[in-house]
């Protein structure tokens, strides 16, 4: 670790900063603590936030700065400004404006709603929350603008559970602390029960059963996880629901119902594709296909003890159009068609794309480097 992480940790750990999303801008807030660093020497404010935002670039940081957007102590503030201990920072950043191009989010879809939590209804292809440049949009921004129009404080609303872009169904959430406090720890202790649906390639046998492989981190550079003896453990309860068959009457797909034990990254996917049956459209762990996005993943079930009443709530999400139109189209004997990834997810997956064969690297062979194009189409 460099000094500068080293550093920038230090400082994450000891500045309380206050952080806030909405549909428009960024928000930090904090009061300069004791320095840290070389000599205690003064930091930049750019620095400074720049270590409490590490993932966003330093250039971006300072784009803002001169913009206007940061004030130290209710003055307009330089890049280059030295920070002293006690004073207030306030940085509001101006999020980049939805692209022309960029797909709507479909309205929000609540499916319980009461003073302590919600739940929400997500549509495959839709963020949980922001990531990466994806900072509008998501179904957390949708949750903050509903709370705060129902008079709540949109800083209140936390994700208690979050499931992938491309996975469907409930996400909980809680609306003041003492219930995000007391979900939390239910879903630690693994008193929340978590129900998916699933579509896989082929039909596991025996019909119903439990894949147990631990799961740890895959290959260098890429984004996908994979069974391996050092994973850590998990657990996956299946069970067949449906079958289709082709036209010689051979298994073709199933409709799984799986239970989460566990809750691992990508844990469903990694065990069903470790077991010889990848989720369809799943194009880590599988195949793409041209009828979704990503892999036919639904969560559909979810029971937990509510945090403040004395009860147990269930809450049930219904398939969404796209899964229930391909299910039927395959059980009627049809079959996902294949595609190829795109240049993005083969970048995400490390595989080399045309893009960065456009010359070749010192190490690679020119034979190689030829096979490598052939085989992107370059």
Not at 182 to 205: N, T, W
Not at 313 to 336: F, K
Request: one cysteine or more; aromatic letters at 4%.
């Amino acid at each position: 670790m460099s000094d500068f992480d080293a550093e920038s940790q230090a400082l994450r750990n000891e500045v309380p900063v206050e952080r806030q999303l909405t549909g428009t801008h960024r928000l930090l807030r904090f009061t300069v603590g004791r320095q840290t660093g070389q000599e205690a020497k003064p930091w930049r404010l750019d620095r400074y936030l720049h270590a409490l935002m590490p993932t966003l670039s330093r250039s971006m940081i300072q784009r803002w700065v001169e913009r206007g957007c940061a004030t130290i102590d209710g003055v307009r503030a330089a890049s280059d400004a030295r920070l002293k201990p006690g004073q207030l920072v306030v940085l509001l950043a101006p999020l980049p404006e939805r692209a022309a191009d960029e797909a709507t989010p479909a309205a929000l879809q609540l499916l319980h709603a009461d003073r302590w939590l919600l739940v929400a209804n997500k549509p495959p292809g839709q963020l949980a929350h922001q990531a990466g440049r994806t900072m509008t949009g998501t179904l957390l921004n949708q949750v903050q603008e509903w709370f705060e129009a129902q008079g709540g404080d949109p800083r209140e609303a936390r994700l208690v559970n979050r499931i992938d872009r491309d996975t469907s169904g409930i996400v909980l959430v809680s609306l003041e602390m003492q219930a995000h406090t007391r979900l939390s720890a239910a879903m630690e202790a693994r008193d929340l029960h978590k129900e998916y649906r699933a579509i896989c390639h082929g039909v596991p046998e025996p019909a119903s059963g439990s894949w147990r492989d631990p799961i740890g981190e895959g290959p260098e550079g890429s984004i996908a996880r994979m069974v391996r003896p050092d994973g850590q453990a998990c657990h996956t309860d299946y069970e067949v629901l449906e079958q289709s068959r082709d036209d010689a009457g051979h298994p073709g797909y199933a409709l799984l119902r799986v239970l989460l034990h566990t809750g691992r990254q990508h844990q469903i996917r990694v065990h069903a594709a470790h077991h010889g049956h990848p989720l369809v459209g799943d194009w880590v762990y599988g195949t793409a296909c041209t009828q979704l996005g990503g892999q036919a993943l639904h969560a559909a079930v979810l029971e937990f003890p509510h945090p403040a009443l004395a009860r147990t709530l269930r809450i049930e999400a219904p398939l969404p159009e796209v899964l229930t139109r391909l299910w039927a189209e395959l059980r009627a004997g049809g079959s996902a068609t294949t595609v190829e990834l795109s240049e993005e997810q083969r970048s995400k997956l490390n595989q080399p794309t045309a893009s960065s064969l456009l010359r070749r690297p010192s190490w690679l062979s020119a034979e190689d480097f030829d096979e490598l194009r052939r085989q992107t189409g370059e």
